[in-house]
C-alpha cells in the first residue's frame, strides 16, 4: 500500500479496537435540552444580519449625501448591484 499500512500492520492495532468497541461506550447528550445545546456548537453568531443593518446605515448616509455630491450617486448603483 501505498500509506506503509500492509494488512498484516493493519491488523494488529485492529483486533483489541473490535474487543474493545469504543464505538458502543461513546457519550453524547441523551435529553433533549442536551441536544438541543450541541446543535448550535458551531454557531459564530449572527454576523450576516449586522452586516446587513451596517450596509443600510451606510445606504441611507450615501442617500443623504447624493444632492451634494455625484459621486455618491456611483456609489448607491454600485451598493444595488453588488449587495
Known amino acids: 500500500m ?24 461513546s457519550t453524547g447528550p441523551r435529553t433533549v435540552d442536551g441536544k438541543r445545546r450541541v446543535a448550535r456548537n458551531a454557531y459564530q453568531g449572527n454576523q450576516r444580519a449586522e452586516l446587513r443593518r451596517m450596509m ?9 449625501q447624493r444632492a451634494d455630491t455625484p459621486a455618491a450617486g456611483i456609489v448607491i ?7
Open 2 to 25: 501505498a500509506n506503509g499500512w500492509n494488512p498484516a500492520r493493519r491488523a494488529a492495532p485492529a483486533a483489541p479496537i473490535r474487543n474493545w468497541k469504543p464505538w458502543e461506550q
Open 56 to 64: 443600510r446605515h451606510v445606504r441611507e448616509l450615501l442617500r443623504d
Open 77 to 83: 448603483i454600485w451598493l444595488r448591484v453588488y449587495w
